[in-house]
């Protein structure tokens, strides 16, 4: 519960007129008599205070707050969210998880279980940055190396020409492989080796032309012609490299939207792309299924 005071405050207004109104504010403290008190839960911080702290947008608070992930403790009678230091060490929890790139869906999923344990997840986030700084300090070598020899003072060896690059992991595999299966997975894995470096150079060439082809018509309607033909190219250029049938489309659509990485991608080439693809994606698979 946020208790609140009503003080007294002085304003002088832009004609030099002072006038004195009287402020509801919230405390952190219980009152016991005699000047004593007791705190309640540490700081009490509106939306705006909070964002600013941790170098978020207002917008990204009240979005955790839709989805369940990040509910303020309390809700001023106006309807304004007030945040508590427990509010703010959650925020934090989630941050690190979003620094490690983990989707909001599985960081709500981790953190709310029962058996939960705040000091365990703070370690594992310190080893998993530890190893991501050591990949760091690796590839700030090679960049400095790779300095020396186009200065022509020393000859790079291959060994530390690719230090420090790791393409091993993928971040989207595990979601894939949970939402359309190992066999999928693989086969667009396989596709994807057979490209070679030229290959693949060409293919995102590719891809990123329909990106602007899209995002120069996303305000049209979704389910118009035009956008209906243009994101058929979309659905083609996917099976080059994997097996999508127009329900896994769709699906890969609701991800463009429910995940933050790939809207954030998406998005680079027009803001709001991301929608729009998704609901033309929806509809293509409607139009497939009919």
């Given at each position: 519960m946020i208790l609140y005071i009503v003080v007294e405050q002085e304003y002088t207004t832009y004609d030099t007129v002072k006038v004195t109104i009287k402020v509801k504010r919230p405390i952190n403290f219980l009152f016991l008599g005699e000047g004593k008190r007791v705190e309640t839960g540490g700081a009490i911080m509106k939306v705006s205070e909070l964002a600013e702290s941790a170098g978020i947008s207002v917008r990204t608070l009240h979005h955790y707050d839709e989805?369940?992930?990040?509910?303020?403790?309390?809700?001023?009678?106006?309807?304004?969210?007030?945040?508590?230091?427990?509010?703010?060490?959650q925020l934090q929890q989630i941050l690190f998880f979003r620094e490690l790139g983990f989707p909001l869906k599985q960081i709500k999923e981790i953190i709310q279980r029962p058996e939960f344990d705040r000091i365990a997840a703070l370690q594992s986030h310190r080893t998993m940055l530890e190893n991501k700084r050591n990949q760091l300090d690796l590839l700030l070598r090679t960049i400095e190396l790779t300095l020396r020899e186009a200065k022509g003072e020393i000859d790079m060896t291959n060994e530390e020409r690719f230090a420090g690059f790791d393409f091993s992991s993928n971040p989207y595999e595990k979601e894939a492989r949970e939402r359309w299966g190992d066999n999928a997975v693989d086969s667009?894995?396989?596709?994807?080796?057979?490209?070679?470096?030229?290959?693949?150079?060409?293919l995102e060439h590719e891809m990123n032309i329909l990106y602007r082809e899209l995002a120069a018509i996303r305000h049209l309607d979704p389910a118009t012609e035009e956008a209906q033909l243009t994101i058929a190219k979309w659905y083609d250029m996917l099976n080059k490299f994997g097996t999508y049938t127009p329900e896994a489309f769709r699906g890969l659509g609701e991800m463009?939207?429910?995940?933050?990485?790939?809207?954030?991608?998406?998005?680079r080439f027009?803001?709001?792309?991301?929608?729009?693809?998704?609901?033309?994606?929806?509809?293509?698979?409607?139009?497939?299924n009919s």
């Open positions: 989805i369940g992930l990040l509910k303020a403790d309390e809700l001023t009678e106006s309807g304004y969210r007030v945040y508590s230091k427990q509010n703010a060490e667009s894995n396989k596709k994807l080796a057979s490209y070679d470096a030229n290959g693949k150079q060409q463009y939207m429910a995940d933050e990485r790939f809207t954030q991608n998406i998005d027009g803001a709001g792309l991301s929608l729009f693809m998704s609901k033309a994606m929806a509809v293509f698979a409607d139009n497939c």
